[in-house]
Structures are given as C-alpha cells and as structure tokens.
C-alpha cells in the first residue's frame, strides 16, 4: 500500500502529514469553526474534517495520542486508541480527554492525534475445553517482576 485515500468532508479540513519523513504516524488536525474548550477532567469530541478508504481487509487505522499534548497538558483520545476499521467512510473523529486541572482549547489546524496503519490478524474463535501449557501458565499483573529480577 503506498496511498491512503482520503476525502475531505469540510473544505477546510487540514491534511494529515508526517512531522518528518522516518514518523511512524500522520498528525490529524483539528477542523472546527471555532475553538473546542476541553474542561479541566472533562471530554470533548473532536472533528478532523476527513474520511478515509485503508481498502485492504488485514490492515486497520490506529488513533493515538500526541505524546506532547498528554506530557504537558495532559490531553489525550479519552478512549486511549481508536480503530477505524477497514470498510468504515465516516469522519475521522477524537474523543479528547483532558486529565489537566485548566481548561484546554483546541483550535482549528490544531494536530490533536496520529493516524497509524498497522496490519492485523482476524482469526475466528474457536472455543477449547483446554490450553496449551505455557511456563507463565495463568500468572499475570506482575507475576514477572520487575526490572531484571522476580519480586
């Protein structure tokens, strides 16, 4: 895949780009005609403006974080990472959480998010009555340890 086909459902929307040629993610950009207010511990729904057409059923659209909004202002997607499935041609939208104690507000051309193409497996679930036997077996929540040794 070397295109990702993207329609702009508002003329103003901004297109996404990679901040330098080696990012990993396209910069999705606020489109909005006046200036969203995240309240402090509060959520907004934020539109990019665009829709987009991945066309191939093993790859899906991953939404992240900037790390530079959620470090500094603690405004991150509120769903942590959105999925934009393959065969979906709505609007790109961000649930924006803001985990600040101010008020923040996004403005149009603001980038709020990066857009990930990642590929995915789909297989069908087949229900067992038993496992496979691993040497971890069912410990989990910290049952490794932490750093170079158990604890």
Known sequence: ???????????DAVLPTRATPESAGLDLSACTPVPIVIP????????TGL????????TVALVFGRSGLGSRFGVTPSNCVGVVDCDYRGEIMVPMANHGD???TINHGDRIAQL???????????????LDDTERGTGGFG???IGGSSI
């Open 1 to 11: 895949m070397n295109h990702l086909k993207m329609k702009k459902l508002n003329q």
């Open 40 to 47: 402090a511990k509060g959520r907004a729904l934020i539109p």
């Open 51 to 58: 829709a987009i057409a991945i066309g191939d059923p093993g």
């Open 102 to 104: 101010d008020d923040f």
């Open 116 to 130: 990930l193409l990642m590929p995915i497996f789909t297989p069908e679930p087949l229900l067992c009555d038993e």
């Open 143 to 145: 049952s490794t340890g």
